[in-house]
């Protein structure tokens, strides 16, 4: 069934069939669209004209931007920009079919290894737009949009700006750094990093680090306790002390005390991941090892169940490496086989000379003292699994260096 349209009409685009609507704005309407080639479900971002130049402008802005993002597997893929025969402007990008992440909040708390997991999916998304000079700026539940392989990508990149920008832009203060909130700076890679780390404290507590903690009756209380108040607990027996700490370092009022990157805060999730023997989620960006080095020593890297594929070497049509298995338990490196192979084949060799000794020249050494039993030690194996060694090092923290709505997944939305 196609429902109405929301203003005056949804504009017809060739190559694509409208369906239904998805969401609307202050600025802009999200409408699902079937693509005819290749077949599939699309959203188009169309500004609405009541919203006048402004909306055009932030339209374009986020299409400039979005163009600039490389393909990766947590960034919401941008398809295609024009100008309605009315005049509209829009944007096409890909269906989320699961809505945001402020959607599944909705339900409750998420699971301590999934939120886990999930926050290190987003920072490799976070730190790749940051490589290519780009600052989100708004980073919260209800612009993380859930992928039809439940993938979290980050979406909604209206606001954003060149890492360069010195002119104000816009946040949600519930998600923003108080360095922004204060006025300081419009934000960086820090406060971006601050933003997602309050966003995966969302995912264990449902609410934003100091929604939680003080219940705040406005926004200007809240906005005082994110200033002024300490860092609540996330209170929960089930969330590990190294991932709390590694939130609570990502969250610091200081930004010269928070991960000097989001690659970094990544890492700190993967390590506090291994630490409780959960699997560590890979990390996804061109260039950089997808665990950490002392992951690939210690033999245990993989990450858990279906979201594997989400980002993975599979996912970009590679083979699993021998030291990135896919399952949701410690593999067998391959760098034991040619060892194991070598002794025991040495092994087989030796017992072999020793029995022709034995049968064919003892019988003639009558005057030769009796052959001593001869021993040959081959590695035990441990039904394959590598044990795991502890390592300090591993879970060591690393050294740091405007409300808006919006309308993704069919929900209409309001940042909070």
Same mark, same amino acid.
């Given at each position: 069934?196609?429902?109405?349209?929301?203003?005056?009409?949804?504009?017809?685009?060739?190559?694509?069939?409208?369906?239904?609507?998805?969401?609307?704005?202050?600025?802009?309407?999200? *409408? *699902?669209?079937?693509?005819?080639?290749?077949?599939?479900?699309?959203?188009?971002?169309?500004?609405?004209?009541?919203? $006048?130049?402004?909306?055009?402008? /932030?339209?374009?802005?986020?299409?400039?931007?979005?163009?600039?993002?490389? *393909?990766?597997?947590?960034?919401?893929?941008?398809?295609?920009?024009?100008?309605?025969?009315?005049?509209?402007?829009?944007?096409?990008?890909?269906?989320?079919?699961?809505?945001? *992440?402020?959607?599944?909040?909705?339900?409750?708390?998420?699971?301590?290894?999934?939120?886990?997991?999930? $926050?290190?999916?987003?920072?490799?998304?976070?730190?790749?737009?940051?490589?290519?000079?780009?600052?989100?700026?708004?980073?919260?539940?209800?612009?993380?949009?859930?992928?039809?392989?439940?993938?979290?990508?980050?979406?909604?990149?209206?606001?954003?700006?060149?890492?360069?920008?010195?002119?104000?832009?816009?946040?949600?203060?519930?998600?923003?750094?108080?360095?922004?909130?204060?006025?300081?700076?419009?934000?960086?890679?820090?406060?971006?990093?601050?933003?997602?780390?309050?966003?995966?404290?969302?995912?264990?507590? $449902?609410?934003?680090?100091?929604?939680?903690?003080?219940?705040?009756?406005?926004?200007?209380?809240?906005?005082?306790?994110?200033?002024?108040?300490?860092?609540?607990?996330?209170?929960?027996?089930?969330?590990?002390?190294?991932?709390?700490?590694?939130?609570?370092?990502?969250?610091?009022?200081?930004?010269?005390?928070?991960?000097?990157?989001?690659?970094?805060?990544?890492?700190?999730?993967?390590?506090?991941?291994?630490?409780?023997?959960?699997?560590?989620?890979?990390?996804?960006?061109?260039?950089?090892?997808?665990?950490?080095?002392?992951?690939?020593?210690?033999?245990?890297?993989?990450?858990?169940?279906?979201?594997?594929?989400?980002?993975?070497?599979?996912?970009?049509?590679?083979?699993?490496?021998?030291?990135?298995?896919?399952?949701?338990?410690?593999?067998?490196?391959?760098?034991?086989?040619?060892?194991?192979?070598?002794?025991? $084949?040495?092994?087989?060799?030796?017992?072999?000379?020793?029995?022709?000794?034995?049968?064919?020249?003892?019988?003639?050494?009558?005057?030769?003292?009796?052959?001593?039993?001869?021993?040959?030690?081959?590695?035990?194996?441990?039904?394959?699994?590598?044990?795991?060694?502890?390592?300090?090092?591993?879970?060591?923290?690393?050294?740091?260096?405007?409300? /808006?709505?919006?309308?993704?997944?069919?929900?209409?939305?309001?940042?909070?």
């Amino acid at each position: 069934m196609i429902n109405a349209p929301p203003f005056p009409s949804a504009p017809r685009l060739r190559g694509y069939d409208f369906i239904r609507v998805l969401g609307s704005g202050s600025t802009a309407v999200v *409408l *699902l669209y079937a693509q005819h080639a290749p077949r599939r479900h699309v959203a188009v971002k169309v500004g609405d004209p009541a919203a $006048g130049a402004h909306a055009a402008d /932030a339209l374009r802005h986020e299409a400039s931007v979005m163009a600039r993002l490389p *393909l990766h597997p947590h960034i919401l893929p941008f398809l295609d920009s024009g100008r309605t025969d009315d005049g509209r402007d829009y944007i096409v990008i890909a269906y989320a079919p699961y809505g945001t *992440l402020a959607d599944l909040l909705r339900r409750g708390p998420l699971p301590c290894e999934r939120a886990m997991d999930m $926050g290190v999916r987003l920072a490799s998304g976070l730190y790749v737009a940051h490589r290519h000079g780009i600052i989100h700026h708004d980073i919260k539940p209800s612009n993380v949009l859930i992928g039809a392989r439940e993938q979290p990508m980050l979406g909604d990149f209206g606001v954003s700006s060149d890492v360069y920008a010195v002119r104000p832009a816009g946040h949600s203060p519930p998600w923003a750094a108080p360095e922004v909130l204060r006025g300081v700076q419009a934000g960086d890679e820090a406060s971006d990093v601050y933003s997602l780390a309050a966003t995966v404290f969302a995912m264990l507590t $449902g609410f934003s680090p100091y929604e939680h903690g003080y219940r705040p009756r406005s926004q200007s209380e809240l906005i005082a306790s994110i200033l002024d108040e300490p860092l609540p607990r996330i209170g929960r027996d089930d969330v590990p002390t190294d991932a709390e700490r590694a939130l609570r370092m990502a969250l610091d009022k200081n930004p010269g005390n928070r991960h000097y990157s989001a690659l970094e805060f990544a890492r700190d999730l993967q390590r506090a991941q291994y630490a409780n023997g959960f699997p560590p989620t890979p990390v996804d960006a061109e260039g950089e090892p997808r665990y950490p080095d002392a992951f690939k020593r210690l033999g245990r890297c993989g990450s858990h169940g279906s979201h594997e594929s989400l980002g993975s070497q599979e996912s970009q049509g590679h083979e699993p490496s021998p030291s990135h298995p896919t399952a949701t338990g410690p593999l067998p490196s391959r760098r034991w086989a040619r060892p194991f192979a070598v002794v025991t $084949g040495t092994a087989a060799a030796t017992t072999a000379v020793v029995l022709i000794f034995v049968c064919a020249v003892a019988p003639l050494m009558d005057c030769a003292p009796t052959p001593s039993e001869t021993r040959i030690d081959v590695p035990q194996s441990d039904g394959g699994y590598r044990r795991r060694v502890p390592d300090e090092s591993i879970t060591e923290a690393v050294g740091s260096a405007a409300t /808006a709505r919006t309308a993704y997944g069919g929900i209409v939305k309001e940042a909070s």
